[in-house]
């Protein structure tokens, strides 16, 4: 077989560069192959070229790939031109306009799937099943070159690792940072359904907050002697607890599962900082459960061990967060906090009225007063805007009730321990009534956005508002707090009717209610090159010196001449 030896002079020339070349196969038999070959071959060529034989040992049918040279540097950045006509490779720069790569230059090869397997959960049978022989075809071969032969300066390494908080404000915009900005790129295509499981967000346990919110409602509406006038039918109550105790169940079950296969979006989720505080929203859920269950499905007070089976994961999670806060670094309060953080905080009012009911009073003490003090510092960090000391834009005003939610349920949990509408029950509850007639004031807040899964987040806020005014009207039986009670009570019910029909009709009429999440699809870094930096301010104070000294110096050398 006659082969092109590269000749020493080449490689003494330029040590730093080398040169691969395909070489066609003529012969099958490998060990006179071996003697022919010359020594100088490069590495890379040497695997190129058994990955050939193995293919054709494969398909014998077939005919070899036409030959190609490959620079030794081949950026992801950079597209292949395919009416090269073996004149070499044409590079052309790909568009960055916020279209997704989708796993390597998913544009380019038609026909080809999007890999969803780099999401997938990574164990021991999928990296033994990597490494077995693949059927592979040409395009396949053209996406295995422009992994192995890519420069890392395109290819994301965010896949097992962290991605930074910075990053996804700066990538991300929208009321939850859900929405992709334009000139960015994701690992997933935009133009494909992804999997179920890909596109089932944490943020679906917004809408069992909402609903679970609502029978512990409707519990307090049929049993509480401030509303016992109205006659509510204990059947209400039974039938909103069991649709959330359903509604749970599916989405705690659904999410279950896509942590066992996409372990590697769960993490993804867990990195957002507003996501990152769902994973709370499902304990609080259980907790909600169990405060509003019928009368005659349970019997007072509750097994403490029911209490344990709740608080416990979200103790060792709030340990978690509450540490990233305190000890500062890239995940510190001032950084992350947004209106949903106050979700890490409320549970620890509603995991005391449950410690309550259960008899554990100390506990209940202790939970209050650990939600109280981290309450007071989110408060005045959103107060602030010390993340941005910016005014929230217009989609992010919804969030806004997210205030409401801590001091209603701080006063709801102060009565339950001591058994009276005291003195700091009523500054709390006040406090929530304020911030509720503030926004309530301010109608356009909520006018002109898009439904949204997010919404039912912001239910349970005005649900805990009308159970705080319950237990107000109950100490001070008032026309006016009876009055209040049932208008906010009203208004809250309405609004988690509304979203419920408007649920049901985005799932199963028009089957937008789950599109794709691009929030975890974000790469690590930015695959454009940014613009350079503005240059520090000592460096403008060299190069001013050097200008004047260099000036000074001309003027000089002028004088001398002219004398």
């Given amino acids: 077989m006659d082969t092109k030896q590269t000749p020493p002079s080449m490689f003494n020339a330029n040590p730093n560069s080398v040169g691969v070349h395909e070489v066609v196969c003529e012969e099958e038999n490998e060990e006179k192959e071996e003697h022919v070959r010359p020594k100088t071959t490069s590495t890379l060529a040497d695997t190129e070229k058994r990955y050939k034989k193995h293919n054709n040992r494969l398909r014998p049918s077939l005919p070899p790939p036409p030959a190609r040279s490959f620079d030794r540097q081949m950026s992801l950045e950079t597209g292949l031109n395919q009416n090269s006509k073996g004149k070499g490779i044409d590079r052309m720069a790909l568009p960055r306009s916020g279209r997704s790569f989708g796993g390597f230059d998913y544009n380019n090869i038609e026909g080809k799937k999007a890999d969803f397997s780099i999401f997938r959960t990574k164990s021991t049978l999928s990296k033994q099943n990597s490494l077995l022989p693949l059927r592979k075809d040409h395009r396949d071969n053209q996406m295995e070159s422009q992994r192995t032969y890519g420069s890392s300066e395109g290819v994301d390494e965010s896949l097992?690792?962290?991605?930074?908080?910075?990053?996804?404000?700066?990538?991300?915009?929208?009321?939850?940072?859900?929405?992709?900005?334009?000139?960015?790129?994701?690992?997933?295509?935009?133009?494909?359904?992804?999997?179920?499981?890909?596109?089932?967000?944490?943020?679906?346990?917004?809408?069992?907050?909402?609903?679970?919110?609502?029978?512990v409602l409707w519990r307090a509406l049929a049993t509480s002697p401030a509303t016992k006038f109205l006659h509510v039918s204990p059947f209400i109550n039974i039938a909103i607890w069991l649709l959330a105790t359903a509604a749970v169940c599916s989405v705690f079950v659904a999410y279950i599962l896509k942590c066992i296969f996409y372990f590697e979006a769960v993490k993804r989720e867990y990195f957002h900082p507003i996501r990152v505080n769902f994973f709370f929203a499902p304990w609080v859920v259980f907790m909600f459960l169990a405060i509003g269950a019928p009368p005659r499905f349970v019997s007072e007070p509750l097994h403490p061990a029911v209490w344990c089976a709740f608080m416990g994961p979200y103790f060792l999670l709030e340990l978690k967060i509450y540490g990233q806060w305190l000890s500062g670094g890239k995940r510190r309060l001032c950084k992350v906090v947004n209106p949903s953080t106050h979700l890490s905080?409320?549970?620890?009012?509603?995991?005391?009225?449950?410690?309550?009911?259960?008899?554990?009073?100390?506990a209940a003490k202790f939970l209050w007063s650990v939600g109280f003090a981290h309450y007071l510092v989110v408060f005045v960090t959103l107060y602030q805007r010390l993340p941005t000391s910016e005014a929230l834009p217009k989609e992010l005003h919804p969030v806004y009730s997210m205030f409401i939610a801590a001091p209603s349920a701080a006063s709801i949990a102060w009565?339950?321990?001591?058994?009276?509408?005291?003195?700091?029950?009523?500054?709390?509850?006040?406090?929530a009534l304020f911030l509720y007639i503030s926004l309530v004031v301010r109608i356009t807040f909520f006018t002109g956005f898009r439904f949204s899964l997010a919404w039912w987040s912001y239910t349970f806020p005005m649900t805990t508002a009308s159970v705080a005014t319950i237990k107000y009207a109950e100490h001070v039986p008032t026309i006016v707090s009876k009055g209040l009670a049932l208008t906010l009570s009203f208004m809250s019910s309405t609004m988690v009717s509304l979203l419920f029909v408007s649920t049901l009709l985005h799932a199963f009429v028009w089957k937008t209610l789950f599109p794709n999440d691009l929030a975890i699809a974000i790469t690590k870094k930015r695959l454009i090159k940014d613009r350079k930096p503005f240059k520090k301010a000592y460096d403008l104070k060299r190069w001013t010196k050097q200008a004047l000294t260099k000036h000074t110096k001309d003027d000089f050398d002028a004088q001398n001449e002219a004398f």
């Fill in 160 to 215: 097992n690792k962290s991605v930074p908080v910075g990053r996804y404000y700066a990538a991300l915009r929208g009321p939850e940072l859900d929405q992709v900005k334009d000139y960015e790129d994701i690992l997933l295509p935009k133009d494909e359904k992804w999997p179920f499981l890909l596109r089932f967000p944490i943020g679906c346990f917004g809408i069992c907050l909402g609903l679970s919110s609502q029978a």
């Fill in 345 to 362: 905080v409320v549970g620890n009012f509603v995991g005391a009225i449950l410690a309550a009911k259960c008899g554990w009073l100390e």
């Fill in 415 to 431: 009565q339950t321990i001591y058994g009276e509408f005291d003195g700091l029950s009523r500054t709390c509850f006040f406090i």
